[in-house]
């Protein structure tokens, strides 16, 4: 399977601005890409690099005016649902190694020390492993509902478990903080996830966010919102919380003009004519 993926986005400053982008996939899968193209404008120089989780960076100054941002690649995927591995077991803390302790603390966003209680009561009698953490997908799924106009930038996965509404960080967020709660190292991750293999939504596309958990001695994918198997994610930044993968960051004031994302299924000959036409 092919899969079409990119971005337009608009960044209005009044005056010259240092930005940290993660906006490039992840190296995990940039072997993957067939083509890509990106473009700026106005043509600035950009540093790039990686940061402390292993995500690619965009370092530059935006001048005053309107920066422009675009980006096109054509991604090879499977096309196979991801795995449900329903026998992986949870690791013993003693056998976690030191990269997924990391993951098992209270972050910005995830509050453990006041969801621990909470979490045990949920989910202590579910058996350990793959169960536990698809009943806290099953849990958070059913606890918020999805609502774009109830986004909140700054809403933790604690305010999420009371006010029972948000966005695809939302509901990672609260399953983060309640598998970090149970002892079960946890990532959040965003990216791309079109509609693929499901029926079309016809809200505007965006990035999309989930999680994944350190079970079985490997990092499995979990998503609480939509909360089955999809086909071809592709991953842009993995981090403790959304405070770690921010895709744009701005030293100072900026008005977001234009944003507009593109994750679709392609068919080889159109891959052909996109990758033609961008040349």
Known sequence: MLIH???????????????????????????????????????????????????????LIAPAGTLKVSYRAIVRDSGEPEETPIGAREVPIADLPNYAMHFLSGSRYCETDQLTEIAWQLFGGVPPGYARV???????????????????????????????????????????????????????????????GVPPDPAAMDFS??????????????????????????????????????????FGPHYLSEFKVICEEVAPQMATQLTSRAA
């Open 5 to 59: 993926i990119g971005y337009d986005i608009g960044i209005d400053v009044a005056t010259p601005t240092p930005l940290l982008l993660l906006l490039d996939v992840h190296a995990s899968r940039r072997r993957d890409l067939i083509h890509e193209d990106a473009m700026i404008t106005p043509d600035i120089p950009i540093e790039r690099g990686l940061d402390l989780y292993g995500n690619r960076t965009q370092r």
């Open 134 to 196: 698809k009943a806290i997908c099953d849990f958070v799924h059913d606890c918020i509902k999805f609502d774009y106009q109830a986004a909140r930038s700054t809403r933790t996965a604690f305010e999420a478990y009371n006010e029972q509404t948000g966005v695809c960080r939302d509901y990672a967020h609260l399953a983060i903080a309640f598998c970090r709660c149970l002892n079960i190292p946890a990532a959040y991750v965003n990216g791309y996830l079109g509609d693929i």
């Open 209 to 250: 966010a989930w999680f994944e958990a350190y079970i079985d001695h490997r990092w499995v994918t979990f998503d609480a919102r939509h909360n089955k198997p999809r086909i071809g994610r592709v991953v842009i930044a993995r981090g403790r919380d959304a405070a770690d993968v921010a895709m744009i960051t701005s």
